[in-house]
C-alpha cells in the first residue's frame, strides 16, 4: 500500500447518499435545536460538545429532554 492509496477517499453511491440522508437531516435538526438551547440558557459546555461530538441526535436530544428543562423549571 502507497502513501497515495492511504489518502484516498471511497466513493459513497447514490444509494448510499440517499440511505444517508434521513440521518442526515435527523442529526442536523436535533444539533441545530440543541445549540439553540444551549446558547440561550449560556451552558457553554453543552453547545461545544453538540458542536463537536457527532452522536446522529442522540446528545442534543438528552440534552434537550433532560438538561434544559431542569433549567427552565428552577426559574419559575
Do not use: C
Not at 440522508?21 to 440543541?34: A, E, M, N, Q
Not at 444551549?38 to 453538540?50: D, E, Y
Request: no cysteine; hydrophobic share 50%.
Amino acid at each position: 500500500m502507497d502513501f497515495k492509496e492511504l489518502l484516498s477517499v471511497p466513493a459513497i453511491d447514490g444509494e448510499t447518499m440517499l440511505r444517508l440522508l434521513p440521518l442526515i437531516v435527523w442529526s442536523t435538526v436535533w444539533k441545530g435545536i440543541g445549540m439553540w438551547q444551549a446558547s440561550k440558557k449560556r451552558h457553554l459546555k453543552w453547545f461545544i460538545a453538540i458542536l463537536v461530538l457527532n452522536t446522529a441526535g442522540i446528545l442534543p436530544i438528552v440534552y434537550t429532554q433532560f438538561f434544559a428543562k431542569k433549567v427552565g423549571k428552577k426559574k419559575k
